[in-house]
């Protein structure tokens, strides 16, 4: 039994329950699939809300005693606040606008920049591809995407660290959204198709708009060009998707639904076809996975003397002192 119950994540203790126990997922849950709702969320989902939900609530103690100000970003809109002017507040909050983008060489760069001005605005971004630091215990980008946990003193934002580094920006963009209306959620971040749900057609939208201003893909768009010559062009331009690209070439009136949805499923059926064969996408770094400045943080904390090390090493995922000291070395946290 105790074999059992490892192999499928399940505590002992549910085995002697007359039914099994209903798991709910302790956010909004805003992922769908074809518009129908996801009633069970896995294990590794669940397991990565509940990490996140411990760290924001140790960060946000520490943030009240530090004297660290609120921000004042998180639930300052609505779903009715333009979609135009919600992007372009958010582009200068962040700074981080086309012209910063066009800076970084390659879509990693531009993400782990983009990462970067949002914990300076003082969001916890993690990003990671498995629950902590298991990578027996891989998180899936088909269940979801990311989620966010909305709070103005410790907001928090986790991006599925498995999907591509392209679709990790959307996501991101997706996610802040949602802190900018203050509202938390678990979501897929898909532009497929206009999500049946208000809150995240509208979150999309900024999305969307933030990262590829319609106004500036109107001027860049060039109609002589094929649309799959052109679409690559736009994606390194932008730095996003080329989902992202087909989705907003859509939205500007250039291509109709039908050859929308078309190329569409071509280039994600080339896009999984080419990550199968990548062998993965490991970026991450544990500062990453954990957020920098939460791990900074949590560090300083700790070697101060103010949280224990077996608390730190809980929060990081990790089973070694000397791990959170090199950790504190390579961010600048020594004791």
């Known amino acids: ?18 039914e099994p126990p209903v798991e709910r997922l302790p956010l909004p849950d805003f992922r769908t699939v074809r518009d129908t709702l996801l009633s069970r969320p896995s294990p590794n989902l669940l397991a990565m809300v509940y990490a996140c939900q411990e760290r924001q609530s140790w960060y946000r103690e520490f943030a009240a005693t530090a004297g660290v100000e609120p921000c004042p970003f998180v639930g300052s809109v609505t779903t009715s606040s333009p979609i ?30 983009f990462i970067g001005q949002a914990e300076a605005a003082g969001v916890l971004v993690m990003c990671s591809g498995v629950v902590l630091n298991n990578n027996g215990r ?4 088909d269940e979801f995407r990311g989620f966010t946990i909305a709070d103005a003193l410790a907001p928090l934002v986790f991006i599925n660290g498995a999907d591509t580094k392209a ?98 499923d071509a280039e994600l059926d080339r896009l999984r076809d080419r990550a199968k064969g990548s062998g993965g996408n490991l970026y991450l770094t544990q500062a990453v996975r954990a957020s920098k400045r939460f791990t900074r943080a949590l560090l300083a904390s700790t070697l101060e003397g103010q949280t224990l090390f077996r608390d730190a090493m809980r929060l990081l995922g990790v089973s070694k002192v000397e791990t959170l000291h090199k950790l504190g070395h390579s961010l600048s946290v020594d004791a």
């Open 138 to 141: 891989p998180l899936d980008p």
């Open 1 to 18: 039994m105790e074999a059992l119950a490892k192999a499928t994540l399940t505590p002992v203790g549910y085995f002697f329950l007359p």
């Open 167 to 264: 679709a990790q920006t959307f996501t991101l963009a997706h996610e802040l959204a949602h802190l900018w209306i203050g509202q938390s959620g678990v979501t897929d971040a898909t532009i497929r198709q206009a999500p049946s749900r208000q809150t995240e057609r509208w979150c999309n939208q900024v999305a969307a708009e933030f990262l590829v201003p319609l106004a500036v893909l109107r001027i860049d768009y060039q109609k002589s060009s094929q649309l799959d010559r052109e679409v690559s062009r736009l994606s390194r331009r932008f730095k996003v998707s080329s989902l992202v690209i087909l989705r907003r070439i859509h939205d500007a009136g250039f291509i109709s639904k039908p050859v929308f949805a078309e190329a569409f």
């Open 84 to 113: 135009v002017e919600v992007a372009d507040r958010m582009r200068k909050t962040l700074n981080f606008d086309l012209d910063r983008r066009n800076d970084s060489p390659t879509w990693t760069e531009s993400l782990r920049d």
